[in-house]
């Protein structure tokens, strides 16, 4: 499946922002959809899932509380909004899919985005 993510931008502490992710190519809702994120000089860390129908959701400690995951299969388009936004969300935003289930390791999806920034100003 094709990924474009977008959505990105500067924002400042305690502001929010919504990426959105549209995908192509193949059945949308045969897969689960992560966000990861990327900070320089950092490795690439899960930040939410959402499986193939929506109905289980996961998130890192990190975000939790803050940051809510959505699909909507009809548009094939999975959403990250992202509430509170601190300096240390910072970082590349990727997209990404598997098949069905969510997980949160990098190596388990086979697709990926082109990633948008999110920069949080202090």
């Known amino acids: 499946v094709q990924l474009q993510a977008s959505g990105g931008g500067l924002v400042q502490a305690g502001g929010s922002l919504r990426l959105s992710c549209a995908a192509s190519?193949?059945?949308?809702?045969?897969?689960?959809m992560g966000w990861f994120r990327q900070a320089a000089g950092k490795e690439r860390e899960f930040v939410a899932g959402?499986?193939?129908?929506?109905?289980?959701?996961d998130y890192a400690d990190s975000v939790k509380g803050r940051f809510t995951i959505s699909r909507d299969n009809a548009k094939n388009m999975v959403y990250l909004q992202m509430n509170s936004l601190q300096p240390e969300d910072t970082a590349v935003y990727y997209c990404?899919?598997?098949?069905?289930?969510?997980?949160?390791?990098?190596?388990?999806?086979?697709?990926w985005g082109q990633g948008t920034q999110v920069t949080v100003s202090s």
């Open positions: 190519g193949r059945t949308f809702s045969n897969y689960a």
């Open positions: 990404a899919a598997r098949k069905f289930v969510i997980r949160r390791l990098v190596s388990m999806y086979d697709d």
């Open positions: 959402i499986n193939w129908n929506g109905d289980t959701r």
